[in-house]
Protein backbone atom coordinates (compact mmCIF):
# COMPACT_ATOMS: atom_id res chain seq x y z
CA UNK A 1 0.00 0.00 0.00
CA UNK A 2 3.13 2.37 -0.58
CA UNK A 3 0.67 4.87 -2.81
CA UNK A 4 3.17 7.36 -4.72
CA UNK A 5 6.29 8.03 -3.42
CA UNK A 6 9.12 10.22 -4.61
CA UNK A 7 12.90 10.21 -4.33
CA UNK A 8 14.98 12.01 -3.36
CA UNK A 9 13.10 14.11 -0.71
CA UNK A 10 15.92 16.19 -0.34
CA UNK A 11 18.33 17.10 -3.15
CA UNK A 12 21.08 20.32 -3.72
CA UNK A 13 22.66 20.56 -6.86
CA UNK A 14 25.32 22.69 -8.91
CA UNK A 15 23.74 25.04 -11.62
CA UNK A 16 24.44 23.27 -15.03
CA UNK A 17 24.29 19.46 -13.24
CA UNK A 18 21.68 17.11 -15.17
CA UNK A 19 19.19 15.66 -11.91
CA UNK A 20 16.57 13.63 -12.52
CA UNK A 21 13.72 13.10 -9.55
CA UNK A 22 11.86 9.97 -9.12
CA UNK A 23 8.04 9.46 -9.25
CA UNK A 24 6.01 6.03 -8.59
CA UNK A 25 2.79 5.30 -7.70
CA UNK A 26 1.45 1.10 -7.19
CA UNK A 27 -1.77 1.86 -8.26
CA UNK A 28 -2.11 1.57 -11.63
CA UNK A 29 -3.09 5.17 -12.75
CA UNK A 30 -3.24 6.09 -16.68
CA UNK A 31 -2.62 10.03 -15.27
CA UNK A 32 0.18 11.33 -13.54
CA UNK A 33 1.84 14.73 -13.17
CA UNK A 34 4.54 16.72 -12.39
CA UNK A 35 4.38 20.74 -10.47
CA UNK A 36 6.37 22.57 -8.84
CA UNK A 37 5.65 24.54 -5.91
CA UNK A 38 6.76 28.21 -5.43
CA UNK A 39 6.29 30.84 -2.56
CA UNK A 40 3.69 33.19 -4.39
CA UNK A 41 2.29 30.86 -6.59
CA UNK A 42 0.10 28.22 -6.94
CA UNK A 43 1.03 24.83 -7.99
CA UNK A 44 1.98 24.83 -11.66
CA UNK A 45 2.45 22.34 -13.87
CA UNK A 46 5.58 21.16 -15.60
CA UNK A 47 4.32 18.16 -17.49
CA UNK A 48 1.68 15.44 -17.43
CA UNK A 49 1.03 11.98 -19.12
CA UNK A 50 -1.97 10.34 -19.73
CA UNK A 51 -0.50 7.15 -20.34
CA UNK A 52 2.90 5.19 -21.20
CA UNK A 53 4.68 6.67 -23.98
CA UNK A 54 2.40 9.50 -24.15
CA UNK A 55 3.55 13.09 -22.29
CA UNK A 56 2.56 16.94 -23.14
CA UNK A 57 4.09 20.01 -21.92
CA UNK A 58 2.54 21.38 -18.99
CA UNK A 59 2.19 25.39 -18.38
CA UNK A 60 5.97 25.72 -17.41
CA UNK A 61 7.71 23.23 -19.04
CA UNK A 62 11.31 25.00 -20.35
CA UNK A 63 14.33 23.21 -18.76
CA UNK A 64 12.83 20.44 -18.24
CA UNK A 65 12.98 16.33 -19.96
CA UNK A 66 10.18 13.68 -18.73
CA UNK A 67 9.54 9.96 -19.81
CA UNK A 68 6.85 7.41 -18.87
CA UNK A 69 8.18 4.20 -20.74
CA UNK A 70 6.54 1.78 -17.64
CA UNK A 71 3.14 3.45 -16.08
CA UNK A 72 4.14 3.35 -12.49
CA UNK A 73 7.56 6.27 -13.28
CA UNK A 74 7.24 9.24 -14.47
CA UNK A 75 10.82 10.60 -13.70
CA UNK A 76 11.39 14.22 -14.31
CA UNK A 77 14.90 15.73 -15.65
CA UNK A 78 16.47 19.42 -15.17
CA UNK A 79 18.90 18.52 -18.32
CA UNK A 80 21.00 21.52 -16.72
CA UNK A 81 19.92 22.77 -13.55
CA UNK A 82 19.18 26.61 -12.85
CA UNK A 83 18.79 28.39 -9.63
CA UNK A 84 15.57 28.92 -10.79
CA UNK A 85 14.42 26.35 -10.58
CA UNK A 86 15.12 25.83 -6.77
CA UNK A 87 11.84 24.50 -5.79
CA UNK A 88 9.61 21.77 -4.24
CA UNK A 89 8.69 19.42 -6.84
CA UNK A 90 5.02 17.32 -6.50
CA UNK A 91 4.25 14.22 -8.66
CA UNK A 92 0.64 13.31 -8.58
CA UNK A 93 -1.50 10.65 -10.00
CA UNK A 94 -4.70 10.18 -10.99
CA UNK A 95 -7.11 7.31 -12.46
CA UNK A 96 -9.25 9.59 -15.04
CA UNK A 97 -8.78 13.62 -15.95
CA UNK A 98 -9.99 15.75 -13.34
CA UNK A 99 -12.96 16.89 -15.12
CA UNK A 100 -14.01 13.67 -14.29
CA UNK A 101 -13.95 14.28 -10.97
CA UNK A 102 -11.26 11.58 -10.28
CA UNK A 103 -8.91 12.12 -7.35
CA UNK A 104 -5.67 13.15 -7.56
CA UNK A 105 -2.89 11.61 -4.94
CA UNK A 106 0.23 13.47 -4.39
CA UNK A 107 3.77 12.50 -3.40
CA UNK A 108 5.71 13.83 -0.12
CA UNK A 109 7.19 16.27 -2.89
CA UNK A 110 11.34 16.54 -3.46
CA UNK A 111 12.80 19.87 -2.23
CA UNK A 112 15.13 20.70 -4.74
CA UNK A 113 17.90 23.53 -4.03
CA UNK A 114 20.16 24.51 -7.30
CA UNK A 115 23.13 26.45 -6.21
CA UNK B 1 -6.88 33.62 -18.24
CA UNK B 2 -8.25 31.04 -15.70
CA UNK B 3 -7.20 32.20 -12.47
CA UNK B 4 -8.36 31.07 -8.30
CA UNK B 5 -7.88 33.37 -5.35
CA UNK B 6 -8.42 33.22 -2.23
CA UNK B 7 -8.44 34.66 0.87
CA UNK B 8 -7.24 35.30 3.74
CA UNK B 9 -3.31 34.36 2.53
CA UNK B 10 -3.19 33.92 6.23
CA UNK B 11 -5.12 33.72 9.68
CA UNK B 12 -4.04 32.61 13.05
CA UNK B 13 -7.19 31.50 15.36
CA UNK B 14 -7.29 29.91 19.26
CA UNK B 15 -8.02 26.01 19.24
CA UNK B 16 -11.69 25.28 19.41
CA UNK B 17 -12.47 28.39 17.46
CA UNK B 18 -14.31 28.18 14.02
CA UNK B 19 -12.97 29.80 10.84
CA UNK B 20 -14.35 29.98 7.23
CA UNK B 21 -11.77 30.22 4.35
CA UNK B 22 -12.90 32.05 0.86
CA UNK B 23 -12.40 30.93 -2.57
CA UNK B 24 -12.99 32.80 -5.78
CA UNK B 25 -12.31 31.40 -9.09
CA UNK B 26 -12.78 32.67 -12.91
CA UNK B 27 -12.47 29.40 -14.47
CA UNK B 28 -14.19 28.05 -17.72
CA UNK B 29 -15.66 25.12 -18.61
CA UNK B 30 -15.36 24.70 -15.54
CA UNK B 31 -16.22 20.54 -13.71
CA UNK B 32 -15.80 20.42 -10.13
CA UNK B 33 -14.21 22.21 -7.30
CA UNK B 34 -11.34 20.67 -4.65
CA UNK B 35 -10.39 21.77 -1.41
CA UNK B 36 -7.24 20.41 -0.28
CA UNK B 37 -5.05 20.30 3.16
CA UNK B 38 -1.29 20.51 3.05
CA UNK B 39 0.42 19.62 6.22
CA UNK B 40 4.01 21.50 5.62
CA UNK B 41 6.61 19.82 4.15
CA UNK B 42 4.14 17.16 2.78
CA UNK B 43 1.94 16.75 -0.62
CA UNK B 44 -1.34 17.93 -0.67
CA UNK B 45 -4.43 15.49 0.33
CA UNK B 46 -7.91 16.17 -0.79
CA UNK B 47 -11.18 17.13 1.10
CA UNK B 48 -13.82 17.30 -0.61
CA UNK B 49 -14.66 17.44 -4.22
CA UNK B 50 -18.07 19.12 -5.55
CA UNK B 51 -19.53 19.83 -9.32
CA UNK B 52 -21.65 22.48 -9.65
CA UNK B 53 -24.81 20.98 -8.38
CA UNK B 54 -23.51 20.38 -4.97
CA UNK B 55 -23.84 23.10 -2.70
CA UNK B 56 -22.56 21.56 0.49
CA UNK B 57 -20.14 19.06 1.15
CA UNK B 58 -18.28 18.00 4.07
CA UNK B 59 -15.70 15.50 5.80
CA UNK B 60 -15.72 15.20 9.22
CA UNK B 61 -15.21 18.98 10.76
CA UNK B 62 -14.68 20.52 7.30
CA UNK B 63 -17.27 22.29 5.55
CA UNK B 64 -17.07 23.31 1.84
CA UNK B 65 -19.74 25.26 0.30
CA UNK B 66 -20.12 26.27 -3.45
CA UNK B 67 -22.36 28.99 -5.13
CA UNK B 68 -21.94 27.84 -9.41
CA UNK B 69 -23.72 31.34 -10.09
CA UNK B 70 -20.75 34.19 -7.93
CA UNK B 71 -18.31 31.53 -8.59
CA UNK B 72 -17.64 31.49 -5.08
CA UNK B 73 -16.80 28.85 -2.67
CA UNK B 74 -16.18 28.27 1.18
CA UNK B 75 -13.80 26.26 3.61
CA UNK B 76 -15.46 26.13 6.81
CA UNK B 77 -13.63 24.17 9.65
CA UNK B 78 -15.16 23.78 12.89
CA UNK B 79 -13.53 23.15 16.25
CA UNK B 80 -10.31 23.90 14.92
CA UNK B 81 -7.65 21.54 16.28
CA UNK B 82 -4.08 22.12 16.50
CA UNK B 83 -3.34 19.41 13.48
CA UNK B 84 -5.34 21.65 11.36
CA UNK B 85 -2.80 24.27 11.22
CA UNK B 86 -1.91 23.51 7.36
CA UNK B 87 -2.40 25.50 3.97
CA UNK B 88 -5.54 25.17 2.63
CA UNK B 89 -5.61 25.14 -1.23
CA UNK B 90 -8.56 26.06 -3.16
CA UNK B 91 -8.30 24.03 -6.61
CA UNK B 92 -10.93 24.19 -9.67
CA UNK B 93 -10.75 21.24 -12.45
CA UNK B 94 -11.80 21.92 -16.19
CA UNK B 95 -13.65 20.18 -18.46
CA UNK B 96 -10.75 19.73 -20.39
CA UNK B 97 -6.84 20.33 -20.42
CA UNK B 98 -4.42 22.70 -21.45
CA UNK B 99 -1.16 24.04 -20.94
CA UNK B 100 -2.57 24.59 -17.43
CA UNK B 101 -3.36 21.15 -17.18
CA UNK B 102 -6.90 19.95 -15.57
CA UNK B 103 -6.44 21.62 -12.37
CA UNK B 104 -6.24 25.10 -11.65
CA UNK B 105 -4.47 25.66 -8.08
CA UNK B 106 -5.07 28.95 -6.01
CA UNK B 107 -2.43 30.27 -3.43
CA UNK B 108 -3.71 28.85 -0.44
CA UNK B 109 -4.60 30.45 2.47
CA UNK B 110 -2.14 29.46 5.99
CA UNK B 111 -4.16 28.24 8.94
CA UNK B 112 -2.42 28.46 12.42
CA UNK B 113 -4.58 26.80 14.92
CA UNK B 114 -2.64 28.07 18.58
CA UNK B 115 -3.64 26.37 21.92
Known amino acids: DAGITQSPRYKITETGRQVTLMCHQT?????MFWYRQDLGHGLRLIYY???????DKGEVPDGYVVSRSKTENFPLTLESATRSQTSVYFC??????????????FGQGTRLTVV | KNQVEQSPQSLIILEGKNCTLQ??????????LRWYKQDTGRGPVSLTI?????NTKSNGRYTATLDADTKQSSLHITASQLSDSASYIC??????????????FGKGTKLSVKP
Open chain 1, 27 to 31: WSHSY
Open chain 1, 92 to 105: ASSLGQAGRRTEAF
Open chain 1, 49 to 55: SAAADIT
Open chain 2, 23 to 32: CNYTVSPFSN
Open chain 2, 91 to 104: VVALNYGGSQGNLI
Open chain 2, 50 to 54: MTFSE
